[in-house]
């Protein structure tokens, strides 16, 4: 089992329809929790980071983590066809140690 | 968020030759970076990690001897391939952290292709 547990996709919604993102994970030990956007042949871009359970919003984009559930999940509102990318979830123990990523959501909106 | 930039962005070399990549944190101080590979449509390989001032940490299954890392300043780490061969044509991309490792921060990529 990975620690980190990702759909990969493809997913294919219609501008403006509200997007779902998740991911589970195993490791108790993760506290910090991040999700990227990447476009094809660039780098990740960090688009959320939560430490605490609860709700975190920052415009269109709003990340959940569920701590008790070992579940995270990241809401797009209003979807448009530039959210069109592949998301990444990401967590870590904090300390020296490493980031775990999961395989990374392609995720497609149409006009 | 912070910025890191990666360069080059792309490069060709010749089979045989040694090519390097630089990661630089330009508005804070790197305390960790990670270096990772990428395959067409795939999620991140990491390689290796590099704490300021420490030899790198490379993960089981990547040869030391031929991706060396370098950190030897806050806001700087390189990659050099040596003795490159066309199965090493990937996407390579550089991250950076501060201490403790809580959010990091990725540079471009560098897209290698040894002919």
């Known amino acids: 089992q990975k620690e980190v547990e990702q759909d990969p996709g493809p997913l294919s919604v219609p501008e403006g329809a509200i997007v779902s993102l998740n991911c589970t994970y195993s490791?108790?030990?993760?506290?910090?929790f991040m999700w990227y956007r990447q476009y094809s042949r660039k780098g990740p871009e960090l688009l959320m980071y939560?430490?605490?359970?609860g709700n975190k919003e920052d415009g269109r984009f709003t990340a959940q983590v569920d701590k008790s559930s070992k579940y995270i999940s990241l809401f797009i509102r209003d979807s448009q066809p530039s959210d069109s990318a592949t998301y990444l979830c990401?967590?870590?123990?904090?300390?020296?140690?490493?980031?775990?990523f999961g395989a990374g959501t392609r995720l497609a909106v149409h006009p | 968020g912070a910025v890191v930039s990666q360069h080059p962005s792309r490069v060709i070399c010749k089979s045989g030759t040694s090519v390097k990549i630089e990661c630089r944190s330009l508005d804070f101080q790197a305390t960790t970076m990670f270096w990772y590979r990428q395959f067409p449509k795939q999620s991140l390989m990491l390689m290796a990690t590099s704490n300021e001032g420490s030899k790198a940490t490379y993960e089981q299954g990547v040869e030391k001897d031929k991706f060396l890392i370098n950190h030897a300043s806050l806001t700087l780490s390189t990659l050099t391939v040596t003795s490159a061969h066309p199965e090493d044509s990937s996407f390579y991309i550089c991250?950076?952290?501060?201490?403790?490792?809580?959010?990091?921060?990725f540079g471009q990529g560098t897209r290698l292709t040894v002919v």
């Open positions: 990401a967590m870590t123990t904090g300390g020296y140690n490493k980031l775990i």
């Open positions: 490791n108790s030990a993760f506290q910090y």
């Open positions: 939560t430490y605490s359970s």
């Open positions: 991250s950076a952290s501060g201490q403790p490792v809580t959010e990091a921060f």
